[in-house]
């Protein structure tokens, strides 16, 4: 659907993703307020149990990934009420970003990790899955998979189109690190493949309605448009350096970014739009748009929403403000001082509590004014942040004010005490253990929100040379290419999901199935059969498809379709000889045998 469409109807899933959540209200929780001494201490002490918190939760190196292949990042150990032993593309990506960034600030120690993350990216690209395949990337947009890196193919809010853009990013900081240490044949080699992917992935669908962050609403999502151009202006950057090129990179990031616009209403921005949900758009979807697209060293851009922007700052406070008065943490708490932030004010999963995400995207975003702020040496307050500054200085007008003015003085002292304040929340309910529920996006914001406060901020990705419009916007697309990336590794799989393809024309109430001579397929007895599903059915392509999870590498069998009848009793084989194949021996964990219905 294109953005200049309206989605009819919304789509409303069971589950939701709390992966990236703690409410942090201590009745449902039981937490207690938590007394230690200054906020730095907390920050010093916390910081390792963060880090580790990440790094349990990282397939090959992580206590709590047992089971998980190397370099894939779990959501949460937990596998039951709820269950999320999965790898989200989003999520990993985030995560890794900030284990770069640390990385690239001098922790060492986190490159093999880094490294581990690269080829499970390749090999999770190449798994179809209900979204598609990487044939035309449709693929791509899964949110989600089995921590084996084979497709998750139950009911889900998909596709989710910020993680192909995520994950260039961080592959991006990572490739830059490397080319700045004389090491250009891995990026070019090994990483660019997924970039490029990645890359011709947002070219081509960023103009298609998706489901947001939180996976509840489809429809257009400021959070990832923003991301998306980040990583197509970057993108593009990366391409020159390494002499590579990225048509869709060049032609539709001015055309993102005109879009972005369409989320600003004058007030704050309107978190999702073209999706019908009754909401009133204060989201902290925008708040983390604003500080994953941060660049150090932009300006107070209100086009590209950076933290310091008068757009950003004024949806600062109305996002904020929005949850006063429904914590009864935050009552009384005045406006210009810090509260806990949850998702949205409508919210009602698990009683709509705070998150430690949020509250510390709230403080993050602060931080990364200052940064600004102290970087260009001087503060602007116009019409549409003025409300914002007031909150803090009831004196403050309208105006420039430069670095030596006691203006700046005091108001920067105020944002940082603001700013403050939310970091003094998430240790008011932080366990005295340190744990945040155990799950790593937590632990991540907590990272990145103090690398911030602490002046540590990630590279430019050139947001100053993009922050033009275009004299004409426009819904385009630019049809990208894929391949599969090349991978090491150094154990050979024992075993290999392999997903067959099949296309065969099919009315209502009949179903495809393929068996063979091996149990998995269920030893040509139909009632044991492997389900085929038709999730990517179209009258045009007329796709069945399924997956055998765990074949040994290696081992040879015949296998055949069938469909039964729309009486579901009534079996039909395909004609022609038995097929046979191979399941090949290698690196590669998941295959796809494509197929077309024999006739008789």
Not at 198 to 213: A, P, R, S
Not at 439 to 468: E, K, M
Not at 588 to 593: I, L
């Amino acid at each position: 659907m294109l953005y200049t469409s309206i989605l009819v109807g919304s789509v409303a899933i069971a589950s939701y993703w709390i992966d990236w959540s703690l409410a942090v209200s201590p009745k449902r929780f039981h937490i207690g307020e938590r007394a230690t001494g200054s906020l730095d201490s907390f920050i010093a002490s916390e910081s390792p149990i963060a880090l580790q918190g990440v790094l349990n939760n990282i397939g090959g190196v992580g206590s709590e990934a047992v089971g998980v292949d190397p370099g894939l990042v779990i959501a949460s150990p937990s596998r039951a009420n709820p269950d999320y032993f999965y790898t989200w593309t989003r999520d990993s990506a985030l995560t890794v970003k900030m284990l770069i960034d640390t990385f690239i600030a001098g922790n060492t120690s986190l490159q093999s990790v880094i490294e581990s993350y690269i080829p499970a990216q390749a090999i999770l690209q190449t798994v179809a899955n209900p979204s598609g395949d990487l044939s035309d990337g449709s693929g791509l947009g899964e949110p989600k998979f089995e921590v084996n890196s084979t497709a998750f193919t139950g009911s889900w809010g998909r596709p989710q189109r910020d993680g192909p853009a995520l994950r260039a990013t961080a592959l991006i900081a990572y490739s830059r690190w490397l080319l700045a240490n004389g090491e250009q044949s891995e990026v070019t080699s090994s990483i660019w493949p997924i970039i490029s992917n990645d890359l011709n992935y947002v070219g081509q669908y960023w103009n298609q309605t998706t489901f947001d962050l939180w996976e509840e609403v489809d429809g257009s999502s400021f959070f990832t448009t923003a991301v998306q151009h980040r990583a197509l202006v970057e993108g593009q950057m990366l391409a020159e350096q390494i002499g590579e090129s990225c048509p869709g990179c060049e032609s539709q990031a001015p055309q993102v970014l005109c879009f972005l616009q369409s989320f600003w209403n004058g007030r704050y921005v309107t978190s999702n739009i073209n999706a019908q949900v009754s909401r009133n758009g204060r989201d902290a979807n925008s708040i983390l748009g604003s500080i994953h697209t941060f660049d150090p060293a932009a300006a107070c851009d209100d086009v590209t929403f950076q933290p310091c922007s008068s757009r950003a700052l004024a949806n600062h406070k109305e996002v904020t403000d929005s949850f006063r008065p429904i914590y009864g943490i935050n009552t009384g708490i005045p406006e210009g001082a810090a509260v806990a932030v949850g998702r949205y004010t409508e919210d009602v999963y698990m009683g709509g509590n705070p998150w430690y995400l949020n509250t510390l995207a709230a403080a993050e975003q602060l931080y990364d004014a200052l940064f600004q702020y102290n970087r260009l040496g001087s503060l602007d307050v116009d019409t549409t942040s003025l409300p914002f500054f007031q909150d803090l200085d009831p004196s403050i007008e309208i105006g420039t004010y430069p670095s030596s003015s006691a203006v700046f003085s005091n108001i920067t002292s105020a944002i940082r005490t603001y700013a403050d304040g939310y970091f003094s929340i998430v240790e008011k309910y932080t366990p005295a253990d340190g744990g945040l529920a155990e799950q790593f996006s937590p632990y991540a914001s907590f990272l990145t929100a103090a690398a911030r406060r602490s002046s540590i901020v990630p590279a430019s990705w050139g947001a100053s040379a993009a922050n033009t419009l275009p004299s004409t916007c426009a819904g385009t697309s630019a049809a990208g290419t894929y391949a599969p990336a090349p991978f090491s590794c150094t154990v050979n799989a024992s075993s290999v999901a392999v997903t067959f393809d099949v296309r065969e024309p099919t009315i209502s109430g009949e179903t495809v199935f393929v068996s063979g001579s091996i149990p998995e397929l269920g030893n040509w007895n139909t009632a044991n059969g492997l389900e085929l599903h038709a999730y990517r059915y179209t009258s045009s392509d007329p796709l069945w498809s399924g997956t055998a999870s765990s074949l040994i590498a290696g081992q040879s069998f015949e296998y055949k379709y069938f469909k039964t009848g729309t009486d579901g009793v009534t079996v039909t084989w395909e004609g022609g000889d038995n097929r046979t194949y191979t399941v090949p021996e290698g690196c590669a964990r998941n295959v796809v045998q494509s197929d077309v219905w024999q006739q008789s």
